[in-house]
């Protein structure tokens, strides 16, 4: 069933979408850890500079903190 279904009442999609956060929220740190080893290979053949590579890892670590704030 398309999860934005015309007529279907809001609650019932929003359910639907946000019923794998819990999930996702266990697999949380492995994800981060293998986004951040692709954006080191990334970076190590010149993909993407020094400076985005360390744009990312910034970012991934403020995820990560909240991530473990809830």
Known sequence: MDPLAVGEP??????R?????????RLADVDITGSL???RM?????????SDLGQIEQGMAQIRTEIGRG
């Open 10 to 15: 809001v609650a019932e999609r929003v359910k």
């Open 17 to 25: 979408f946000t019923a794998s956060v819990d999930f996702d929220q």
């Open 37 to 39: 080893a692709h954006a």
């Open 42 to 50: 990334l970076a190590a053949t010149g993909i993407i500079s020094a």
